[in-house]
Structures are given as C-alpha cells and as structure tokens.
C-alpha cells in the first residue's frame, strides 16, 4: 500500500510484465478427447495458480494493495459442456495447494483480493436459466474466494427490461437466494447504462450488500446525488474497507463515446476527496501495471 491510507488495486491481467493467465475456448477443446481436455484444462489451471502468486508478488514489490483476479482463472469451470470439478483434474492437489499458498500469501503481505465476473453474470434475468447459471458460477467464485482470500466478488445489476423496480425486485431475491460463500463477498456495482448508485443503494442496504462505486460510470449516467455524497453513501454501506473503480476516458469527456477507458488515468478524474480516505481504488486503466504504478507516482508526488 502506498500514499496514505489508499490501497491501490491492478485489475487481471499485465501489459508488459511476462505473466500471463492462460484461457482456452469450447469450440478449440471440443477437438480433443475425454482425457485430453482434462489434461489440458488441468494443465491451465495449474499454469494459472502458479502466476497468480508471480502477480501478487509483483503487487506487493511494488506496493500494488490489491489485485483483480481474472473470473476465468479456472477457465470452462461451469460451461455446461465442458464444465468440472476441479477435484476430478489431473494434479488436483497441487492446483488447490497452488491457490491456498496465494490465500497465505496475500494474507502475510496484506495484499486485497477480488473478482469482478463477466458480464454474463444476471442475477435480475426474466430467464430462470440465466439466474442458474450466474449462481453455479459465482458459487465457483466463492470456492476460490475461500482459497486465495479474496473478499469481494462484485457483480453488476443486469438489464433494465424496461421495468426497473421488478428487475431489483428480482435481484433482491436471488441474492437471498444466495448460499453464505456467496453472500458474504457480493458486491453490487454502479453502471455506466442502467443503475446508478441512488437505484442500487436501497439494495444494498436493505439486503446488506456494499456498494463498489464506480466513479467513471457515475460521471457517464448521472443521478441526483454529487460525487462526494455517493462516495460517502457507498462507504456506509461497507463492514470493510470499501472498494471503488476509477478510469478515464479514452477521447476525454467530450467525445461521443465517453464510456471506453484510458491507457491512464487522468488525475483531474480522481476525486480529491478520497485523498484522505482508508479505501481500495482499483484502476481500471488499460496499460494495466504501467497506468497503476503512473497514478501512484503522479499523486505522491502532487502530494508532496
């Protein structure tokens, strides 16, 4: 951790660093056999909790408090095709004992940990299915969670479907419906379309679930509230430390398109007051480590 009491985070992945997350798709493991795909997907996955312990290192040499793991750490894991249980892999042991050493790691060294699913994830869906499926992955989520000590598994609200108030009346429910693995780390997250923190912070208080604010969304679908009143509303909703998102945009804010991301960030876009404020900023810049390290060393020495 580095300026105060900000905790910085990197999100998933490296732009110049040499670690990588592997992935492979369904139609490509599709042309192999039975045993094959398992010694390929175990062959990722060990690849994978081995460079996810090579990232947190780099995060906590270069004083990075938080890092993005990317939601197909264990790629495939709930396709419906392809999907299984990691215990039925090829080095099995050695893949958990891989993510369990990342949960102590990221312990001793203090670094947060967290997961940010794809936007395949609908908890409001009108489909059954699609509610079904967001569950049985965030239930995976949650198993790694409890591995690599993450504490956040954040998730965004979903479509409209041209009613809002039945959409969080369905959101509402399946997040009761949630098992405590679960519940335990979901976040909800402004959007840059659909919900603003004023639509979601009813939610998360009513059903205890923290509010991760994002503040480039917010600037992109506006509501009543200020900067600084949805900063404060969202850190109320948190029993630990908050966490927010910053990014700019690519072509500045009087492009078209306002809503794509920088390589960097522009420090005219990182609110002052969460200067003085205990909280994870997790920067959302496309250069990756490079923007991360760049914000961190524009704001100490603004700082001085």
């Known amino acids: 951790m580095t300026n105060g009491a900000i905790r910085f985070g990197l999100c998933c992945i490296f732009k110049e660093q040499p670690i990588k997350f592997r992935r492979i798709t369904a139609k490509y493991l599709s042309k192999f056999s039975d045993e094959e795909q398992r010694n390929r997907l175990s062959d990722i996955c060990l690849s994978n909790s081995r460079n996810l312990l090579k990232a947190l290192a780099f995060c906590y040499q270069h004083k990075i408090g938080d890092f993005r793991i990317n939601s197909q750490i264990l790629p495939l894991k709930t396709h419906p095709q392809f999907g299984y249980d990691i215990v039925r892999l090829p080095k099995a042991n050695q893949i958990i004992q891989n993510f369990l050493a990342c949960g102590e790691y ?33 239930e995976y989520q949650a198993k790694v969670s409890q591995w690599v000590n993450a504490d956040v598994i954040n998730i965004h609200a979903g479509g409209v479907y041209n009613d809002k108030p ?137 700082k001085k």
């Not at 609908?122 to 699609?130: K, T």
């Not at 335990?184 to 840059?192: G, M």
């Open 106 to 138: 990221s312990r001793e060294h203090n670094i947060r940990t967290t997961f940010h699913p794809d936007q395949f994830i609908v908890l409001s869906s009108l489909n059954p299915d699609v509610v079904k499926r967001s569950i049985a992955d965030l």
């Open 166 to 302: 039945s959409a969080l009346n369905r959101l509402r429910i399946a997040i009761d419906s949630l098992p405590d693995a679960v519940r335990k780390r979901l976040t909800l997250e402004n959007d840059d379309k659909s919900y603003t923190p004023e639509d979601l912070l009813p939610v998360c208080r009513d059903m205890e679930v923290p509010l991760v604010y994002d503040v480039h969304h917010h600037r992109c679908l506006n509501d009543n509230l200020t900067i600084r009143q949805a900063t404060y509303l969202s850190v109320d909703t948190w029993n630990r430390e908050p966490l927010f998102h910053l990014s700019s945009p690519i072509n500045g804010w009087y492009s078209p398109d306002i809503r794509k991301h920088h390589d960097f960030i522009d420090l005219n876009d990182f609110p002052r007051i969460w200067m003085s404020m205990k909280i994870t900023v997790e920067v959302e810049a496309k250069a990756k480590e490079v923007g991360v390290l760049k914000l961190m060393e524009e704001l100490s020495f603004k």
